[in-house]
């Protein structure tokens, strides 16, 4: 039996019920194109299997990926054994097709993950993941609550999320210390999505807000204040970071790209 190891932050699913409900919230179609991030001892891979024609999964454990390439062909399953960290995933979606991505994602880089992936969102139907309760909180929260920050709103200036369902530690061999949750991640359509005029400059713009989530953004984002007009914006500058949307940080991002700003201006 696989013994779990830790410096893979490896917990695997168990619960059969959970299973089922992750597949049906999913719902594998024969013909998608589908990866499955950290297939494990493969709680989810077998009844994907059963509706898909082809999966690919990516494994870092090499005596995982060795059980899995034992256990299918791969003509039904094809085992990338790479760090997911590393893996370019537009190039498994198959041309003029998107890609469906699932995965119980190890909790220790379930974050850096996830904008790993936001580079190819524009060649993804969906993904579902589970992930810990307290990181999908923060996917998902809304401007003025406590959760709201960073990964709030760099992941819904591109994607549309709900948390599913809650997973309880019990369901997992080892257990995690920690409750779970299910969510759905849906890249937002053209007619919803507005991309910044300087996507690094949005990405170090929200960092930076939130580095200290308590100033008034007027104090956080002081570097760049001689490009700032507030109030043509409609943003008020005593405002925390926390109580702007995300609208009001793509127009704060775009503003400083119209007047030119650099990504880090100078003290």
């Known amino acids: 039996m696989h013994q779990a190891r830790k410096r893979f932050g490896q917990h695997f699913l168990s619960d059969l019920s959970v299973v089922d409900e992750i597949v049906r919230a999913v719902a594998p179609q024969p013909g998608?194109?589908?990866?499955?991030?950290?297939?494990?001892?493969?709680?989810?891979?077998?009844?994907?299997?059963?509706?898909?024609?082809?999966?690919v999964a990516?494994?870092?454990?090499?005596?995982?990926?060795?059980?899995?390439?034992?256990?299918?062909?791969?003509?039904?399953?094809?085992?990338?054994?790479?760090?997911?960290?590393?893996?370019?995933?537009?190039?498994?979606?198959?041309p003029d097709?998107?890609?469906?991505?699932?995965?119980?994602?190890?909790?220790?880089?379930?974050?850096?993950?996830?904008?790993?992936?936001?580079?190819?969102?524009?060649?993804?139907?969906?993904q579902h993941f589970m992930l810990q309760r307290e990181v999908v909180d923060r996917m998902v929260a809304e401007p003025g609550s406590s959760?709201?920050?960073?990964?709030?709103?760099?992941?819904?200036?591109?994607?549309?999320?709900?948390?599913?369902?809650?997973?309880?530690?019990?369901?997992?061999?080892?257990?995690?210390?920690?409750?779970?949750?299910?969510?759905r991640m849906r890249p937002l359509p053209?007619?919803?999505?507005?991309?910044p005029q300087d996507v690094g400059l949005f990405e170090a713009l929200v960092a930076r807000a939130f580095e200290q989530r308590r100033k008034m953004v007027r104090g956080s984002l002081a570097q760049w204040s001689r490009w700032l007009?507030?109030?043509?914006l409609g943003i008020t500058p005593t405002a925390r970071p926390?109580?702007?949307?995300?609208?009001?940080?793509?127009?704060?991002?775009?503003a400083l790209a119209a007047a030119g700003a650099p990504v880090t201006p100078a003290a």
Request: with cysteine; net charge negative.
């Open 97 to 126: 097709d998107t890609l469906r991505v699932v995965g119980n994602l190890p909790y220790n880089i379930s974050t850096p993950l996830l904008f790993h992936l936001m580079r190819w969102a524009g060649r993804v139907r969906d």
């Open 229 to 232: 007009d507030w109030h043509a």
């Open 147 to 183: 959760q709201y920050g960073r990964l709030s709103v760099m992941l819904q200036a591109r994607y549309h999320m709900a948390c599913l369902f809650e997973v309880p530690p019990q369901a997992f061999d080892p257990p995690p210390k920690v409750m779970s949750a299910v969510v």
């Open 190 to 195: 053209p007619d919803r999505l507005r991309l």
């Open 242 to 254: 926390q109580e702007l949307s995300v609208t009001q940080f793509m127009d704060l991002a775009d």
């Open 32 to 55: 998608d194109h589908m990866v499955e991030i950290g297939p494990g001892l493969s709680a989810l891979t077998q009844p994907l299997l059963q509706h898909l024609d082809h999966l």
């Open 58 to 94: 990516v494994e870092l454990d090499r005596d995982l990926a060795a059980r899995l390439r034992q256990t299918w062909p791969p003509q039904r399953l094809e085992v990338v054994e790479a760090d997911a960290l590393d893996v370019d995933f537009g190039a498994l979606a198959a």
